[in-house]
Nanobody
Framework: QVQLVESGGGLVPAGGSLRLSCAAS?????????MGWFRQSPGKERQFVAR????????NYADSVKGRFTISRDNAKNMVYLQMNSLKPKDTADYYC????????????????WGQGTQVTVAS
């Protein structure tokens, strides 16, 4: 079992930056899980943002955030991060951290464990 807790959300002006953190606990985290970040706005489906492989050697991003967001992980600290730069109002959403013992993909259904989410609001 894995528990995930996100933090770092908040209100920022357009063009600003935020760093989201995801703390993992429970079963040994380090090399056992691919990790992903997703986001969801009211009335919309949960949307893929980024994913990172177990040792951080592979990362993938949604086209909408490529070049602005960076996913990283520190397995020694059981942490995953999402650095978000050049934020836009359309980035406003609840952001979720997710873990899978399989291969992380773009599909939310591929992930077994989820955090409770952290809210990001980008003011125009």
């Amino acid at each position: 079992q894995v528990q995930l807790v996100e933090s770092g959300g908040g209100l920022v002006p357009a063009g600003g930056s935020l760093r989201l953190s995801c703390a993992a606990s429970g079963r040994t985290f380090s090399s056992n899980y691919d990790m992903g970040w997703f986001r969801q706005s009211p009335g919309k489906e949960r949307q893929f943002v980024a994913r990172i492989s177990r040792y951080g050697s592979q990362t993938n991003y949604a086209d909408s955030v490529k070049g602005r967001f960076t996913i990283s992980r520190d397995n020694a600290k059981n942490m995953v991060y999402l650095q978000m730069n050049s934020l836009k109002p359309k980035d406003t959403a609840d952001y979720y951290c997710a873990a899978t013992a399989g291969i992380g993909t773009f599909q939310p259904s591929n992930y077994e464990y989820w955090g409770q989410g952290t809210q990001v609001t980008v003011a125009s």
